[in-house]
């Protein structure tokens, strides 16, 4: 059974930066893809960011575009999220996701991935 595993959370003040990781265990990703997720208290779950697999496109939500930049290691199943210009508005419960679809799915809602890991906590104070 596939696990997803965040880490690299934390406090950080406003301007700073911090780089989250997803682990991914019990299957070899070679299509679909994974992406990264955020829920504030109150709020939706949004999309933050998305990376294929195969191909390596990327895709970000436009709050974050120019600030996030998401990276996957093929070899270690692991996926990033580089954060920079953090704001106190990022302050969230991200989510890794992914999906082992093998054909287009629509990657900017929950309901186009199929395992969620647990989520890591980023705040972000002024």
């Known amino acids: 059974q596939v696990q997803l595993v965040e880490s690299g959370g934390g406090l950080v003040q406003a301007g700073g930066s911090l780089r989250l990781s997803c682990a991914a265990s019990?299957?070899?990703?070679?299509?679909?893809?994974m992406g990264w997720f955020r829920q504030a208290p109150g709020k939706e779950r949004e999309f933050v960011a998305a990376?294929?697999?195969?191909?390596?496109?990327?895709y970000y939500g436009d709050s974050v575009k120019g600030r996030f930049t998401i990276s996957r290691d093929n070899a270690k199943n692991t996926m990033y999220l580089q954060m920079a210009s953090l704001k106190p508005e990022d302050t969230a419960v991200y989510y890794c996701?992914?999906?082992?679809?093998?054909?287009?799915?629509?990657?900017?809602?929950?309901?186009?991935?199929?395992?969620w890991g647990q989520g890591t906590q980023v705040t972000v104070s002024s």
């Open positions: 996701a992914a999906h082992f679809r093998g054909y287009s799915a629509i990657y900017y809602t929950p309901a186009g991935y199929d395992y």
């Open positions: 990376i294929r697999w195969s191909g390596g496109g990327t």
């Open positions: 019990g299957r070899t990703f070679s299509s679909g893809a």
